[in-house]
Structure formats: C-alpha cells, structure tokens
C-alpha cells in the first residue's frame, strides 16, 4: 500500500511559479513511477509529467513542455513538479500519482496503482 500526499499548490498570478511535492509512505517508492496529473473544472483528467523509477527518464504534455520540470527524491520519497511560466489554463487540481508498470504506463493511462487527493493551483490572469 502507497499512500500519496500532494502540497504546495496555491493561488498565483500568470507568468509565476508554483513546486508542487507529493510525499509518497512505505518503503518501496523507487519501485513506482511517478505522474503528476490535473483536472481542470468541467473537464476530464489529463497527464501533466512522470518520471521513471529512478528518475533518469522524464516525458510530459506538449502544453507544459518547456515550463515544467518533474524530479524525485528517492531517498526522501519525494516527487516534485516545479511549475514555471504559469497560464490561467494551468489552473486545476493537481494529482500525484504511483503505478510500478512504467512512465510509458503513467502516460498513456488513467488506471494507475495509487493516487493522492490532490491539490488546488489557481492561476490567475
């Protein structure tokens, strides 16, 4: 069982920057790769960045390739999303996530092992 804790999202005004962190229990953390996703109102879940096992491969969405930057800590079991260059259409919930079958997995699918309950970044025009 991986229990997910997202923080750091707020309220900001366009062109700044937030770093969301979600802090993952259990002692197997660099067994999963990790996601950030968001859910804009009205609107479906859409994947935002993952990052692989150990960190060494990172894929994101084309509307945030450029501005944001997901790393990890293993040791602190960790994953961070570091939120540059912030539009008013970045504004949603934000999700971590945790799944062991992969970043190519986390991409490309919804159904992931593990979730957190998300964090609010308003972004303000």
Do not use: H
Not at 41 to 53: L, N, P, Y
Not at 85 to 107: I, W
Request: hydrophobic content about 35%.
């Amino acid at each position: 069982q991986v229990q997910l804790v997202e923080s750091g999202g707020g309220l900001v005004q366009a062109g700044g920057s937030l770093r969301l962190s979600c802090a993952a229990s259990g002692r197997t953390f660099n067994s999963y790769a990790m996601g950030w996703f968001r859910q804009a109102q009205g609107k479906e879940r859409e994947f935002v960045a993952a990052i692989s096992w150990r960190g060494g491969s990172t894929y994101y969405a084309d509307s945030v390739k450029g501005r944001f930057t997901i790393s990890r800590d293993n040791a602190q079991n960790t994953v961070f999303l570091q939120m540059n260059s912030l539009k008013p259409e970045d504004t949603a919930v934000y999700y971590c996530a945790a799944d062991p079958r992969g970043p190519g997995f986390v991409q490309y699918n919804t159904d992931m092992a593990y979730w957190g309950k998300g964090t609010l970044v308003t972004v303000s025009s």
